[in-house]
Structures are given as C-alpha cells and as structure tokens.
C-alpha cells in the first residue's frame, strides 16, 4: 500500500469511528412526524435515592447546537464520573489508525472490487467521483469500512463534525474537570463487529447506504433537530425500521452491545455519587433499548 493512500486512510479513522455506531440512526428518518416534548435527550435513572443520568448522544453536531439545555449541564455538575461508549482518551488519530488499517483492509490479496458486485463498485465509484486516488482508496477496503467512509464524508458534507458531538463535548468538559472517566467498551471491539460480518451483509448494508446517500443529506438537520426536542416517539419509530432491516446487524450493533453496558449501569445505580452517562441515542429507543431494559429491571426513569 502507498504511503500517500495510509495518510489519507488515517486522517479520516477518526471520523469513522465517530460515526461507525450511529449510521443506523440517520436511516429513513421521517421528516414530517416530528413532534414537541420541551424535554431533553436525557433522563434521570433512580434506584431508591441512587441516581444515575443517562443521556443519547448524536455523535457529530454543529456549532448552533451549543450551548446545550441546562438539564444536561446539571447532571454533568451533579455526576463525578463520565461513562460513554468509549474514553476518548484512547482513540486519538495515531494510537487508532494502525489498528484500523490492519482489519479494514485486506490481508490475503483480495480487493474491494473482486469481492463486491460490479454494480456495487460502480455506484461507489460514482459517489466518489471527483475524490482524487478513489480507485486505489476503495480497491484494498472491506466493504464495511467502505460503508463507513461514504457515511463520515455525509455527515461532513452536511456541516456536522465529530469534534462538536455530545460525547466529546463532555468528554474535554470531564477531563478539564478531573472527573473519572470509562469507556463501556473499547474501540477495537466496535470495529470488531462490523469486521466479524459476513461479507455478503457487508454488501447488503453498504447498498442501503448508498441507496440512502441523497436522502441522508437532506434529512441530518432534521434528526438533529429532533434529538434536540427530546422527541424519542418520532426517533424511535424513524428508527426501528432501519435498525432491523438487517437483524443480524442489528442483534451485534444494538441489543448485545446494550446488554453487555448494564452491568456497569447497575453499578453505577448503586453508586451514592451519581454517573452520567452518554451514549449514541440509538442505544436509548425501542423494546431492546436501555431505557427499556432498566425499566424491566424495576428502575425509575424520568425524561428531563
């Protein structure tokens, strides 16, 4: 592989993995099903006088999201320890890259183009026309990481960055402090799962991304902005069907990774000091979100 081709490749890892677990969150939202709650994407956990905040985070904002409703700033004031999907602290540009590149590029002599159909490359070559070494960009790829490249240039293009997104914001906000900081799990398990699907699911979702690209564009200021009225009704029924359109992606990307985080959520409920937590707002909606499993454990949650 070029040296030319390994510094474009890393200069957008960071982005990827920024977006990588919120692509299923900007599928199919319907624009004209937007309601009003005066409420924030936040809600506050109890255990008997426990507390814990629980907050969805859109990975990538702009500035006029900023600044934020006073509900999310009190429960950062009021939390001394920051749990999101990953510490951040460990997924910087040059300890990232290396990792990436090994398991989204091809090892054994196999391409991008041999692997997918031919029309599938076509339409990724059209999306990328103009891009200068697009060809030799995409040819040692695996599909998901092709996916996930279209999806971080989308949200680019529509003036959203990664360095603005709710979890990064409290992330510099706990640092700065000297609050604790965890990551519920690591950044090489995230991409683990997208490198541990079959190649053909591979496919199938990076075609919906493709077939969605225009719509996307259109449609991020408007989940944005719904996120920001805390309108979970419209979020989740937007949602769900795009998540599980692909069950097996949606099984490794949703339900077992949110049942993997509750044993640190009910740890943190037994806390005397509460925990904020953030994570992609995806994690938050439908039967086998978080708010629903900490319901069914008998927890109180209130919207704030």
Not at 157 to 180: H, I
Not at 189 to 196: E, L, N, T
Not at 253 to 282: D, F, H, S, Y
Not at 289 to 294: E, I, K, M, Q, Y
Request: charged letters at 20%.
């Amino acid at each position: 592989m070029s040296s030319n081709l390994k510094k474009a490749l890393m200069r957008r890892s960071a982005v990827l993995v920024a977006v990588a677990l919120t692509i299923g969150s900007v599928v199919g939202l319907d624009a004209q099903t937007q309601g009003r709650t005066g409420k924030s994407f936040l809600w506050k956990v109890q255990s008997g006088p426990r507390v814990m905040y629980l907050a969805g985070s859109v990975h990538a904002l702009s500035e006029d999201v900023y600044p934020l409703s006073p509900a999310f700033e009190q429960a950062f004031t009021a939390s001394d320890t920051l749990l999101e999907e990953i510490d951040l602290e460990d997924a910087g540009l040059l300890s990232l890259a290396p990792m990436l590149l090994s398991k989204a590029m091809y090892q054994d002599g196999r391409t991008f183009d041999k692997v997918v159909s031919k029309e599938t490359v076509d339409l990724v070559t059209a999306q990328l026309k103009g891009m200068p070494m697009a060809a030799e960009l995409i040819r040692p790829m695996k599909p998901w990481m092709v996916m996930l490249m279209l999806s971080a240039m989308q949200v680019q293009q529509a003036g959203l960055n990664p360095n603005l997104g709710l979890d990064k914001y409290f992330f510099d906000k706990a640092t700065e402090a000297r609050k604790t900081v965890v990551g519920l799990e690591t950044a090489e398990s995230q991409i683990d799962r997208f490198d541990k699907m079959p190649e053909a699911l591979q496919e199938q979702m990076l075609r919906s991304t493709l077939d969605e690209m225009n719509l996307q564009s259109k449609e991020l200021a408007s989940i944005v902005a719904t996120w920001r009225r805390g309108d979970v009704a419209t979020l989740e029924r937007s949602l769900m069907p795009g998540l599980k359109k692909y069950p097996a992606a949606y099984q490794s990307l949703i339900v077992e990774r949110n049942n993997n985080w509750m044993p640190q959520l009910e740890k943190c409920l037994a806390r005397t000091t509460p925990c904020m937590v953030v994570v992609g707002a995806a994690h938050l909606v439908g039967p086998d979100g978080l708010l629903a499993l900490l319901q069914r454990k008998g927890y109180r949650i209130e919207q704030q």
